[in-house]
């Protein structure tokens, strides 16, 4: 689908009697195209919804990128559909990250910590007081429905928690969605349960109960070590013959010596077939086996929205779902439309990290000082001045 197509994503319903008093209200044609599933009503338009650069993501990713812009005199937009820096929060609570602080930093903004490596409130802390060092304007909790138009004149149409939708107008996009909102699924019975998660947070609630840990990677082994030690009985089952190479090199050997010494139960070269309310059944070598199971965390890794970068007219490489793109620019297929942070990797999600991701604003600011001038505080920007 390309760009001359409405992106359509549904949204709530409201009321006809409540469309009906909005009618007399000026609504964008993009507006106009959303579908019936959507609320009608339009936030307030102004200066601060014409933009010459619109960010999609406000992970460190979307922030380096809406700073850089910034920077060269753009005015710029970040929208996401959670919080700032949405996937660190949803982090495992007691998580520390496995590279040093400098090498989070963005904005030239130090990262100070009296620990050798961060840990996730730090993070959270700091990226705040990045975003408000720069003033950064972020719109938290807008879900992206609708994009149109095409390079210079791209039209984005968003919708908050309460149903109401917000007109963007922008000379260019950017991508920077991250992956960690899309598990990888096991597509087996009973994976829809209520016991069944993707995401690890604490141990606490599952004290004394039974829980099944999917994966072979650094989540699994952090999750189960944390499980056991908070009064769990934990079952660690990974379809490869051994746990992974890439495990932080302090959790290597603690998993492994739990293992070892009977405190972890591990089943190698071992599959998950089934889900029940109390139970699961593992496909291993030696046949199949039944267990008593309360919780299971399928921890099987993410995945980039590609559904959405292809609504866009975005290329995606056949083998690994990488967006074609510039290397030095990152500006996609698509005219106007630039790529940024994991998503650049496609499926090699282990390849662009906050680490790497975070120089993408200036190689995209870069390019944007070539094609674009920046607008006026009334105006709106013009490549052709």
């Not at 307030?44 to 010459?52: F, I, L, N, Q, T």
């Not at 992970?59 to 919080?83: H, N, S, Y």
């Not at 602080?101 to 961060?118: C, R, V, Y």
């Not at 267990?291 to 866009?312: E, S």
Request: proline fraction near 6%; aromatic fraction near 10%.
């Amino acid at each position: 689908m390309g760009l001359g197509t409405l992106l359509q994503y549904a949204g709530a319903r409201v009321p006809s009697s409540g469309r009906d008093s909005l009618a007399n209200k000026q609504i964008s044609e993009a507006a106009k195209e959303i579908p019936d599933t959507l609320p009608r009503a339009q936030a307030e338009s102004g200066p601060d919804m014409r933009v010459d650069l619109l960010v999609i993501g406000a992970g460190p990713t979307g922030l380096a990128c809406g700073i850089e812009a910034q920077k060269a005199g753009f005015r710029v937009v970040i929208i996401d559909k959670g919080c700032v820096v949405n996937s660190i929060y949803h982090y495992p609570a007691n998580m520390t990250f496995f590279t040093t602080p400098e090498l989070l930093e963005i904005g030239d903004i130090p990262f100070s910590t009296a620990n050798q490596k961060p840990n996730r409130q730090e993070a959270l802390e700091y990226y705040r007081k990045v975003a408000e060092h720069y003033g950064l304007p972020i719109r938290q909790y807008q879900k992206v429905e609708t994009v149109s138009g095409a390079d210079g004149e791209f039209q984005v149409t968003t919708s908050d928690r309460l149903g109401r939708i917000y007109d963007y107008q922008s000379c260019k996009l950017i991508v920077a969605t991250g992956y960690y909102d899309l598990p990888n699924y096991l597509g087996i019975p009973g994976e829809d349960l209520s016991k069944v998660f993707h995401y690890y947070r604490e141990p606490h609630p599952y004290f004394d109960t039974d829980v099944l840990v999917i994966g072979g990677k650094n989540s699994a082994a952090i999750a189960s070590l944390d499980f056991w030690r908070h009064g769990a009985r934990v079952t660690l089952v990974h379809r490869g013959p051994k746990l992974h190479n890439h495990i932080k090199y302090w959790i290597l050997p603690d998993i492994e010596n739990r293992i070892k010494n009977g405190e972890i139960t591990a089943h190698f070269n071992t599959r998950v077939q089934e889900i029940a309310a109390d139970y699961v059944i593992l496909s291993t070598p030696a046949g199949l086996v039944e267990l008593k199971n309360d919780f299971v965390f399928a921890l099987t890794g993410y995945h980039p929205d590609y559904d959405f970068l292809r609504a866009m007219g975005i290329e995606l490489s056949s083998e690994q779902c990488r967006p074609v793109c510039d290397p030095v620019t990152l500006e996609s297929n698509v005219p106007g439309i630039y790529v940024a942070g994991v998503i650049v990797a496609g499926s090699r999600t282990n390849e662009i990290f906050i680490e790497n991701g975070r120089f993408h604003g200036q190689q995209i600011a870069t390019h944007l000082r070539q094609k674009l001038q920046p607008s006026s505080n009334t105006g709106y920007a013009d490549e052709n001045t």
